[in-house]
Nanobody
Framework: QVQLVESGGGKVQPGGSLKLSCAAS????????MAWYRQVPGKERDLVAV???????NYADSVKGRFTISRDNPNHTVNLQMNSLQPEDTAVYYC?????????????WGQGTQVTVPS
């Protein structure tokens, strides 16, 4: 069983920065992707950034050039540095681990952390 513990988040003025962190307990020697999603009330949970096990990072178009995802494999953590935050970035942010232990991959989620950028 994978457990995810998130930290960071909060309220910041437009143009400000925040950093989210997520620590995962994963089985030894396993392949897994790490990602951040976000969700606003009444809408689907959307991918923000993903750092797969093969290193092929991908970002949502809306955050390219502003957000940076990083991964610390020995400590099984993933971070999301968010710069130039805007009101439209307001959402609950969720850490995600996709564990490739066998088909199909299994998804695990953090508890979510609120990011608020007032207009």
């Amino acid at each position: 069983q994978v457990q995810l513990v998130e930290s960071g988040g909060g309220k910041v003025q437009p143009g400000g920065s925040l950093k989210l962190s997520c620590a995962a307990s994963v089985p030894p020697f396993s392949l897994y992707d790490m990602a951040w999603y976000r969700q606003v009330p009444g809408k689907e949970r959307d991918l923000v950034a993903v750092f797969p096990w093969d290193g092929k990072i991908n970002y949502a178009d809306s955050v390219k050039g502003r957000f940076t995802i990083s991964r610390d494999n020995p400590n099984h953590t993933v971070n999301l540095q968010m710069n130039s935050l805007q009101p439209e970035d307001t959402a609950v942010y969720y850490c995600n681990v996709k564990l490739h232990t066998g088909p199909p991959p299994r998804d695990y989620w953090g508890q979510g952390t609120q990011v608020t950028v007032p207009s």
